[in-house]
């Protein structure tokens, strides 16, 4: 897995950003397993990207300068897949730690 969060554009194809952090990466080679994205969502403005991590945590992407602006923590193991309420003031995040 290269870490990576992709955005297409569905009408024409091409892909519009990336969103990658050299600092996620785990140097590690015992650890290279924890490298990975395993779910995204977006926010309801579609402003923020939430990506779902192997390394149980959740980073935060503001999806127009291709940042990453936080970094959310919690779960013991990989996240599983990630959810926005319909009113956009929640995140349900669901991970392979039972909770």
Do not use: E
């Not at 194809?13 to 590690?28: G, H, R, S, T």
């Not at 990975?36 to 990506?51: D, I, M």
């Not at 192997?54 to 923590?73: E, G, P, S």
């Amino acid at each position: 897995d290269d870490l990576t969060c992709r955005l297409f554009d569905l009408r024409a194809d091409p892909k519009i950003a990336i969103y990658y952090d050299d600092a996620l990466v785990n140097p590690d080679p015992d650890k290279a397993a924890q490298n990975g994205v395993s779910s995204v969502a977006f926010s309801a403005s579609g402003r923020l990207l939430f990506g779902g991590y192997y390394d149980n945590m959740i980073q935060v992407w503001d999806t127009l300068k291709c940042v990453r602006v936080a970094c959310l923590a919690g779960h013991d193991q990989r996240v599983a897949s990630l959810g926005v309420s319909a009113n956009g003031q929640a995140l349900c995040t669901a991970s392979w730690d039972n909770t």
